[in-house]
């Protein structure tokens, strides 16, 4: 099984600041990386595809970088809407898996 | 608009069953790859199964045997039969999907979640 890390666990921070996120993967997973939004008590948002692909409708705000097995999700400048929780995940392989979550929380 | 509207669920016996429903709308449940999604209280999102458009399943190691993924195309909709059921098994259950017409995908549409929770 492939794993995923993904570091911080725990981020504080400020509106206006630029965040960036890792997610480590144990191999390489050709660019098969999302990286999905959560808020307490509501499904996941998808935010990115393919390691850098944005989705329809993602404030431009947020980028998605890396390849082979480091990847990164970056925010450029923190709006109010950003904080809560991000996942990465890879479908390169069976079993799909997701990052154990990168909380992001108001400094 | 896809909209993935849930069902089933609620507070099950440790060895119980139930079934976990998913009625699809904007799309066709049989022509698009479907997938379960669980996330415990508090801890992160773990892949359960997928439902192939030729109808392959795929299972995640701690629920194959238990679970069950199947689609009714008629009534456009994703099941999960979960049986055999441990506390462990308590979490949120989701359904998802994609218009990425691959077996492999990221998850473009979301069910609301639906909670199972495994106690005595």
């Known amino acids: 099984d492939i794993q995923m890390t993904q570091s911080p666990s725990t981020l504080s921070a400020s509106v206006g600041d630029r965040v960036t996120i890792t997610c480590r993967a144990s191999?390489?997973?050709?660019?098969?990386l999302a990286w999905y939004q959560q808020k307490p008590g509501k499904a996941p948002k998808f935010l990115i595809y393919k390691a850098s692909s944005l989705e329809d409708g993602v404030p431009s705000r947020f980028s998605g970088s890396g390849s082979g097995t480091e990847f990164t999700l970056t925010i450029s400048s923190l709006q109010p809407d950003d904080f809560a929780t991000y996942y990465c995940q890879q479908y390169n392989s069976y079993p799909i898996t997701f990052g154990q979550g990168t909380r992001l929380e108001i400094k | 608009e896809v909209q993935l509207v849930q069902s089933g669920g609620g507070l099950i016996q440790p060895g119980g069953s139930l079934r976990l429903s998913c009625a699809a709308s904007g799309l066709p449940v049989s022509g698009n790859f479907m997938t379960w999604v669980r996330q415990a209280p508090g801890k992160g999102l773990e892949w359960v199964s997928d439902i192939h458009t030729d109808g392959t399943t795929y299972y995640a190691d701690s629920v194959k045997g238990r679970f069950t993924i199947s689609r009714d195309n008629s009534k456009n909709t994703l099941y999960l039969q979960v049986n055999s059921l441990r506390v462990e098994d308590t979490a949120v259950y989701y359904c998802a999907t994609s218009f990425a017409l691959v077996p492999l995908h990221a998850f473009d549409f979301w069910g609301q979640g639906t909670m199972v929770t495994v106690s005595s």
């Open positions: 191999q390489s997973i050709n660019n098969w």
